[in-house]
């Protein structure tokens, strides 16, 4: 049974993003809606946009940040900056293969999007 590569990258992109929200314990109900909701617009973007598909696990992951940002607060914090304001971390590339969550203060590379340790909850917006 072949399965489509468009969904492929979908289900992956889901998954990683997943995998680091429950690493941050915040994987309730409301929370995996919405990265459904962005797998569901990514879908339109990819299908409009083929050669992007290796830039789909990164907008994903941008999408719920936003989307939880708006809802709850920051999403990842940072685990590196221990001192000062509580910050997320933010997808880099902004648009590109590979992603990464990044501390922009100290410039540091915290994990791949899906490989965040846990504890990385909300924090207030």
Same mark, same amino acid.
């Given at each position: 049974?072949?399965?489509?590569? @468009? #969904? /492929?990258v979908l289900h992956a992109a889901r998954a990683l993003v997943l995998t680091d929200l429950v690493a941050g314990d915040v994987a309730d109900p409301e929370v995996v809606s919405l990265v459904e909701e962005s797998v569901t617009h990514r879908r339109w973007w990819v299908e409009q946009?083929?050669?992007?598909a290796s830039y789909v696990a990164g907008l994903v992951a941008q999408d719920v /940040? *936003?989307? =939880? =940002? #708006?809802?709850y607060g920051r999403w990842p @914090?940072? +685990?590196v900056c221990a001192?000062? #304001?509580p910050h997320a971390l933010d997808v880099e +590339? #902004? @648009?590109g293969? *590979? +992603?990464?969550w990044v501390c922009g203060k100290a410039g540091v590379v915290v994990a791949a999007v899906g490989e965040l340790a +846990?504890?990385?909850g909300v924090g207030a917006s």
């Open positions: 049974m072949d399965v489509n590569p @468009l #969904e /492929q946009w083929p050669e992007g /940040q *936003d989307a =939880l =940002l #708006e809802r @914090l940072c +685990p001192e000062g #304001e +590339p #902004e @648009l293969p *590979d +992603p990464h +846990p504890g990385g």
